[in-house]
């Protein structure tokens, strides 16, 4: 099934490439907090602000919104994911509506501590929100998406995420106090070479990262890696990791997410390159 899906050539070959520097972090402004959000203070200011526009929206989807808006502020989660329940039962929903769910699930996960589904979230809400979403909110997911993204070495994930904040003009002064970053992430975008990582997995043996190139391969691995998993647009599947191999992903498969499942700690250099003519 492997072979099928994905081609394999064993690793021969020479490549020029731009390395990411292993270190380099966004930094930390605020101290973390245990619920998940790193900025309570400010959530509790958007929560307040994030009001729906007259007319975008349905009077029931309204009523509902507003209520879990209010109990997300309040710490009352129970009864905001019971009207979360409401709000997706709702048929019809615009796009505008849509919107405002991934910015609701966004705050429901991030008050619960649950960061996998929290990123997700916000993942959804910059795919689908400027100019659906109140400014503020759209802002502050999106630049805690791209902290995440950028320090777990997403690059792929990254310039995704900067370019749908570009897209929020209200992004500008908080896309200025990480210039440096924002430049090497444009750099990585125009890149014509191969990009060479050299990752460490987390203590769950795990990293993931968005596929920017056709083509990718691991080489000085140290460690284990087990599995591949691919959530792509046409496309979601885990495959067994075969050893000193070039890998492709069939183009049908559109846009894919990897996630690596290793031995915990495991190092390995990840090399996205180019298609190589036949």
Same mark, same amino acid.
């Given at each position: ?29 605020t ?7 790193e ?30 808006? @209010? ?12 009207l ?35 990123f997700?979230?916000?993942? @959804? ?20 998406l ?14 995704? +995420? ?37 990752? +460490? ?26 599995t ?19 890998m ?8 894919c ?8 700690? +495991? ?12």
């Open positions: 099934m492997f072979r099928s899906a994905i081609l394999y050539s064993i690793f021969f070959l020479s490549f020029s490439s731009i390395v990411f520097a292993q270190g380099e972090k966004i930094p930390d402004t101290t973390d907090m245990s619920a998940g959000f900025r309570l203070d400010d959530l509790d200011r958007i929560l307040n602000n994030a009001k729906l526009k007259a007319n975008q929206s349905s009077s029931k989807f309204a009523s509902l919104f507003n209520k879990a808006q @209010k109990a997300v502020l309040n710490n009352d989660i129970k009864k905001a994911e019971e979360k329940v409401k709000l997706n039962a709702l048929d019809g929903l615009s796009d505008y509506e849509k919107s405002h769910l991934h910015l609701l699930d966004y705050w429901i996960y991030g008050k619960q501590g649950n960061k996998e589904l929290e997700e979230s916000a993942a @959804k809400l910059l795919d689908t929100g400027a100019g659906q979403v109140q400014s503020d909110a759209f802002v502050e997911a999106g630049m805690r791209l902290k995440r993204q950028y320090n777990n070495q997403d690059i792929g994930g990254s310039i995704q +995420t900067l370019n749908n904040l570009r897209k929020d003009s209200g992004s500008q002064e908080e896309l200025m106090s990480i210039v440096s970053v924002v430049k090497k992430l444009d750099d990585f975008s125009e890149q014509q070479t191969d990009i060479v990582q050299k990752i +460490t997995v987390n203590e769950n043996g795990v990293w993931s990262a968005k596929l920017m190139k056709p083509q990718f391969f691991f080489n000085a691995i140290n460690g284990e890696v087990n591949l998993g691919f959530n792509c647009t046409n496309k979601q599947t885990t495959l067994n990791y075969k050893p000193d191999s070039v492709e992903i069939p183009e049908a498969w559109g846009s997410t990897m996630k690596v499942n290793a031995k915990p700690n +495991t190092t390995f250099n990840f090399v996205q390159s180019q298609k190589k003519a036949a």
